[in-house]
């Protein structure tokens, strides 16, 4: 292991202990894809993303990141917090009157680094692109980013905004679905099928990478890799392979973790698997 | 009592793709945004000005309300462009949360609103769209007049910051505002003054006001007519004003009776001064296919309509 993706998996770990302590001390919230896209999103904001603490909403010259899938809000906000956004001490509010942690990520509270609310699912996307085409327009050559979940993607907006991409050379976006196959009623397969996502981006017109996102060293490869591929005509897709819960051993090969809170004695146990790496907030 | 005169008949959509040409012109962060409706929405002449600022974005409206959104996190102010069916309805929850509670300067521009859209039927003739839009916290909501009026309009919210609802129409009616005149959002346009009954008008239904008015004089009622071009936020000041030296109202809208003009002003009234109203609008239905002036004849928002409101208001006094 590189120091690099060494002190990414440590970060990884420390998110992870957020994660379930946020969502333990507010007894709601949905811990099972959080520690699911907890890789993505600590090589995201510590190897990936240009970006600037110094929060500005426009994000001229920035990468821009949008969370599609709003319901992972407390991988987010550990994220944020841990790179520097806000103190990760109010992340003890999760979930709680007057917060600007809310159970989904908004702009309402003026949280640092949230552009726009998301919970209502399938609407990211067209917001992300709508982000790459300013950026276009302004000359800025930074990047959009933009995660999804894969239930998320039974929403019919998504396509349409899928169809808008490729036709108009969005390729200044790289998109990721989470693909864990489960979501809140059961697996995906049993709820509505997605078939070949590969198939399905591909036809779209779209550049289609594959990440197994649950392997540090990989998910840095292939941010490394989408970038490459930027401005080449194409939005770029990631199919990134996870599995909800990861990290905790109960809580995976289910989808009981998608929005139920750990009691005590489960909070204990998960968090015996996680190395304290960062300090607890 | 001022006498209105008009010259010629146009369409307030015209007005918006005149309005949207000049902010453009003015203001180089105004982009526009288009549902495959170009023509209908009048948007040509920004398009040929501005090729590289207008975004097709195909029969998806939902898609289109989002990028908007987006679109603005560049610090642009994008118009979106399709029927106000299109605008409202079928997005309603992509503007809520990608617009209005994300605070997004968004301008959404909705045409061939009401029954004046006429032979296309009840499918298309949203008359749901006022009330929806004026539910959301922070929208603005504005339904100009004529041509002129619905120009001023478009210019004056590029220059607003937060997101706005712009309601317009289909058909040609008689442009008599000023053109140039300054639109002040939120702020009532008295037509005429009057001491008998405050008519309450927005819209296509501010001509019919007028002329109703005219009337009213020949029979000797003195009707104050004014214009409430923005639903919200209501100038109460001025509906209080009024209503305080005529103590009774007639509201005139063309929309559903329920959650439009009539019910804001209703609101005012019960909580500060109440006084009986009688509401020209439709009556709790879907339009159909036919004529405008068919159309509003059947569903009951025709000038007469508004004389028989006023007759029978001033005897609730």
């Known amino acids: 292991m590189t120091p690099d993706i060494e002190k990414l998996t440590k970060t990884a770990s420390q998110v992870r202990r957020d994660i379930l302590r946020m969502v333990h001390a507010c007894q709601s919230g949905h811990p099972g894809g959080s520690l699911g896209c907890a890789d993505y999103m600590v090589a995201l904001y510590f190897h990936t993303l240009k970006h600037n603490t110094e929060f500005n909403m426009d994000g001229q010259g920035e990468d821009l990141f949008f969370l599609s899938n709003g319901h992972i809000s407390p991988l987010w906000y550990s994220v944020l917090a841990r790179a520097g956004y806000f103190e990760v001490s109010e992340l003890a509010t999760f979930r709680k009157i007057n917060t600007r942690l809310q159970g989904h990520p908004t702009t309402h509270e003026n949280l640092p680094g949230i552009r726009v609310a998301s919970g209502s699912l399938g609407q990211g996307m067209s917001v992300a692109i709508g982000a790459a085409l300013a950026k276009k327009l302004n000359d800025d050559n930074r990047l959009v980013f933009s995660l999804h979940g894969d239930g998320e993607i039974q929403e019919g907006q998504i396509w349409e905004s899928a169809m808008y991409a490729s036709h108009n050379k969005v390729d200044n976006l790289i998109s990721a679905i989470d693909v864990n196959g489960q979501q809140i009623d059961g697996p995906t397969d049993a709820v509505l099928s997605l078939g070949s996502l590969r198939a399905k981006w591909e036809a779209f017109g779209w550049e289609v990478l594959e990440?197994?996102?649950?392997?540090?060293?990989?998910?840095?490869?292939?941010?490394?890799?989408?970038?490459?591929?930027?401005?080449?005509?194409?939005?770029?897709?990631?199919?990134?392979?996870?599995?909800?819960?990861?990290?905790?051993?109960?809580?995976?090969?289910?989808?009981?973790?998608?929005?139920?809170?750990?009691?005590?004695?489960?909070?204990?146990?998960?968090?015996?698997?996680?190395?304290?790496?960062?300090?607890?907030? | 009592?001022?006498?209105?005169?008009?010259?010629?008949?146009?369409?307030?959509?015209?007005?918006?793709?005149?309005?949207?040409?000049?902010?453009?012109?003015?203001?180089?962060?105004?982009?526009?945004?288009?549902?495959?409706?170009?023509?209908?929405?009048?948007?040509?002449?920004?398009?040929?000005?501005?090729?590289?600022?207008?975004?097709?974005?195909?029969?998806?409206?939902?898609?289109?309300?989002?990028?908007?959104?987006?679109?603005?996190?560049?610090?642009?102010?994008?118009?979106?462009?399709?029927?106000?069916?299109?605008?409202?309805?079928?997005?309603?929850?992509?503007?809520?949360q990608s617009i209005a509670y994300s605070d997004k300067n968004v301008k959404i521009a909705a045409s061939h609103a009401g029954l004046t859209l006429g032979e296309d039927g009840a499918t298309h003739q949203i008359l749901e769209d006022i009330g929806m839009m004026k539910m959301l916290p922070g929208m603005v909501v504005i339904n100009p007049c004529d041509y002129n009026q619905t120009k001023a309009a478009t210019i004056a919210i590029a220059d607003y910051h937060g997101p706005v609802y712009l309601r317009f129409g289909r058909p040609s009616v008689p442009v008599f505002t000023d053109p140039d005149q300054k639109f002040e959002i939120g702020k009532a346009w008295m037509v005429n003054g009057g001491t008998d009954v405050s008519i309450f008008a927005t819209g296509h239904m501010v001509w019919k006001a007028i002329e109703a008015g005219e009337k009213l004089a020949e029979a000797g009622i003195s009707a104050e007519i004014i214009n409430i071009h923005t639903i919200k936020p209501l100038d109460t000041e001025a509906v209080l004003k009024s209503v305080a030296k005529t103590g009774c109202v007639v509201t005139a809208e063309e929309h559903n009776r329920f959650g439009g003009l009539g019910d804001s002003i209703a609101q005012v009234l019960a909580i500060n001064n109440p006084a009986p109203q009688e509401y020209v609008a439709v009556n709790d239905s879907f339009g159909e296919s036919g004529t405008p002036d068919q159309l509003m004849k059947k569903y009951g928002l025709d000038t007469e309509d508004i004389i028989k409101a006023v007759q029978k208001v001033i005897k609730r006094k």
């Open chain 1, 211 to 281: 990440m197994s996102g649950n392997d540090m060293a990989d998910v840095v490869r292939v941010f490394d890799l989408a970038i490459s591929k930027t401005f080449k005509g194409k939005p770029i897709m990631i199919l990134m392979q996870t599995m909800m819960g990861n990290g905790v051993d109960f809580m995976m090969h289910t989808h009981k973790w998608h929005g139920a809170a750990p009691n005590d004695e489960q909070l204990a146990n998960a968090l015996g698997q996680l190395e304290e790496t960062l300090g607890d907030y």
């Open chain 2, 1 to 96: 009592m001022k006498k209105y005169t008009y010259t010629e008949k146009k369409d307030t959509r015209s007005g918006f793709g005149a309005g949207l040409l000049e902010a453009g012109k003015r203001n180089e962060k105004v982009v526009a945004l288009c549902a495959d409706l170009i023509g209908s929405l009048k948007m040509d002449a920004f398009i040929k000005e501005f090729p590289d600022r207008f975004f097709q974005i195909g029969i998806a409206e939902a898609n289109m309300m989002g990028i908007a959104a987006g679109l603005t996190i560049g610090g642009k102010i994008p118009f979106t462009g399709t029927f106000a069916n299109f605008s409202t309805g079928r997005v309603y929850d992509q503007i809520r």
